[in-house]
């Protein structure tokens, strides 16, 4: 079993920054994809996010030259690094990590960009 604790999360002015921490726990190795999705109220969840084992990175354009990815994978933990921020990144955010074919969720942090 996997279980998945963020943190984080805060109210930042828009042009700030936050990095958010996802930490994977249990008995386990090789975790496959790491990623990030977001929820806005009244909007879908979007994939912003992800990292696969092989050390490949993709981002939702909208967050692309701001957003950074990375992973320990020593310590089954992955970052989101979030720098000039905008009002419209407000969501709360979700980790997840792919294992064995399943996906495992982050419980969520909320991220508010607002002066």
């Known amino acids: 079993q996997v279980q998945l604790v963020e943190s984080g999360g805060g109210l930042v002015q828009p042009g700030g920054s936050l990095r958010l921490s996802c930490a994977a726990s249990?008995?386990?190795?090789?975790?496959?994809?790491m990623g990030w999705y977001r929820q806005s109220p009244g909007k879908q969840r979007e994939l912003v996010a992800t990292?696969?084992?092989?050390?490949?990175?993709n981002y939702i354009d909208s967050v692309k030259g701001r957003f950074t990815i990375s992973r320990d994978n020593a310590k089954n933990t992955v970052y989101l690094q979030m720098n000039s921020l905008k009002p419209e990144d407000t969501a709360v955010y979700y980790c997840?990590?792919?294992?064995?074919?399943?996906?495992?969720w982050g419980q969520g942090t909320q991220v508010t960009v607002s002066s």
């Open positions: 997840f990590v792919d294992w064995v074919m399943r996906r495992y």
């Open positions: 249990g008995s386990f190795f090789g975790i496959d994809t």
């Open positions: 990292s696969t084992s092989g050390g490949i990175t």
